[in-house]
């Protein structure tokens, strides 16, 4: 099966995701001999919007493999030329991108699925974010897409989990005792996941606007960053079992009801969002967001992990921030010091790199004087001399293996809608957004949330 090759077909073949990033992925891994087997790139839209000045660009035996199909995704005649198509490409793997907007995934799904029925090629299906706009549609889509795909050919994508730091807490975790066996309530005081952009809505008002920064950021990315964080050992390698292992954590998350949404949840608009092209005068829509989460099993019992992200914000920064609990009696409180916690951080952007924060005494001072602030930073690209691959390198890599420990199971994704669901419903009913300052921090309601609990926001 595997020597027959396979195709691409890109749905949205001329948008954004796929001149940005697939076909870029894909011309590099072919230029590395990666795909040796492939037997064609099939685009479909509506027009070629820039294709052809992208194509200009690349070398001639790549080219030639590329081919533009007119497509509307609701027109019968288009599945029928798409048909012809694969008619010549007998015993070959059809990989299927569905790179669209996400009103058009069941549609899109229902017809390819029908004309697939003819065909007895293998097939693999990749699905784009967001998955769902909540737990219903998300739960019909996956029925839609198990009527003509079975789970093993679905690829749900998450990009951060393509990213290299984020892959690094796995092996970080799990290979080396001298941390995991600190990993947990005993010496956990609380966790800080933080995604800020600095960028807005930079053109992508319409799909934006609909969907906000909880259903864009945390259902997946923040919730996916927080499982590889948090979850238990896998027994073994195999991605089934380490899906398993991610459910499980999300599912050990303490259900938020409504009522303590104010609590626990906070949301925040940037100055000027109203005033984008595209942005609906009245538009409730958030542009930051961040919450309080409790994991309730025997690792995490009582420990925060607080979730912040959001636009126009101060910087781009993506990081995990460990903060441990300070030693009882510890030197610096004896010595009337101002003592800091131990902090581990992994950075996902914009480098990647794992940082340690100890108290160390200054070497030129006296044997007992404060302790001060310390670091070692671990910047991976620069000790392995290495570039980090695209994230979205790692996940094309993994389709083309069959690997699906990166990508996101059924359940998985109707857990994370439930997970945020109550909050979505508690906005629903209230109109109150506060605004924030572009290139701030977001709104001082976020500070207030951490500040309450005595902590506060950390950038390692
Ligand atoms: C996408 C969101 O999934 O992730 C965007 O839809 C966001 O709104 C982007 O900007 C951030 O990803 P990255 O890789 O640039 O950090």
């Known amino acids: 099966m595997k020597n027959k090759g396979y195709a691409f077909f890109i749905f949205g073949g001329s948008g954004d995701l796929a001149r940005k990033k697939i076909y870029p992925v894909l011309r590099k891994l072919y230029k590395e001999r990666e795909l040796s087997n492939l037997k064609g790139i099939y685009a479909l839209a509506r027009d070629e919007n820039g294709l052809p000045d992208l194509i200009k660009e690349w070398e001639e035996d790549f080219s030639k493999l590329f081919k533009f199909i007119p497509f509307d995704v609701t027109s019968n005649q288009s599945y029928a030329d798409m048909g012809k198509e694969i008619e010549s490409l007998k015993g070959v793997e059809l990989i299927f991108y569905l790179a669209l907007p996400p009103t058009l995934f069941e549609t899109t799904i229902r017809h390819l699925g029908s004309l697939l029925r003819r065909f007895s090629n293998p097939r693999k299906i990749i699905i784009e974010k967001p998955f769902g706009f909540n737990f219903l549609s998300a739960d019909r889509l996956n029925n839609t897409l198990h009527k003509y795909f079975i789970e093993d050919e679905i690829y749900r994508i ?7 730091a984020v892959q690094s807490i796995f092996s970080f975790r799990f290979s080396n005792s001298i941390f995991e066996g600190i990993w947990n309530k005993n010496f ?42 948090a979850m238990e050992p896998p027994c073994c390698l195999e991605p089934e079992r380490i899906r398993d292992e991610k459910i499980k ?17 906070v949301r925040g608009r940037y100055k000027g969002y109203l005033q984008e092209e ?93 302790p001060v602030e310390s670091r070692l930073d671990f910047d991976m690209e620069e000790y392995y001399h290495e570039k980090i691959p695209e994230a979205y390198e790692m996940l094309i890599k993994d389709i083309l293996e069959g690997d699906h420990s990166l990508f996101i ?17 508690a906005w629903e009913e209230d109109d109150h957004i506060p605004e924030y300052e572009p290139g701030s921090w977001g709104p001082k309601e976020a500070m207030e949330l951490i500040e309450k609990d005595s902590r506060r926001w950390l950038i390692v």
């Open 158 to 164: 998450d990009h951060f989990l393509g990213k290299g």
């Open 188 to 229: 956990v005081d609380h966790v800080q996941i933080s995604a800020l952009e600095d960028i807005g809505v930079e053109g992508r008002a319409g799909y934006y606007d609909r969907i906000g920064a909880l259903r864009d950021m945390v259902q997946n990315h923040l919730l996916q960053i927080l499982s590889f964080l």
């Open 249 to 265: 954590l999300l599912l050990s998350i303490r259900e938020i009801r409504k009522k303590d949404v104010k609590n626990i949840a």
């Open 278 to 370: 595209g942005v609906d005068p009245n538009s409730k829509t958030e542009t930051f967001t961040a919450l309080k989460l409790y994991i309730d099993n025997l690792r995490w019992q009582g420990v925060p992990f607080y979730l912040r992200t959001g636009k126009k914000l101060n910087r781009k920064l993506t990081e995990i921030v460990i903060v441990f609990k300070e030693i009882p009696g510890g030197f610096a409180k004896l010595l009337d010091c101002f003592p800091q916690p131990n902090v581990i951080a992994f950075q996902i952007a914009p480098k990647n790199v794992i940082t340690l924060k100890i108290q160390l005494r200054p070497p030129a001072q006296r044997f007992i004087s404060c």
């Open 409 to 425: 199971r059924a359940d998985e994704t109707l857990q994370a809608w439930k997970i945020v669901e109550p909050i979505l419903e």
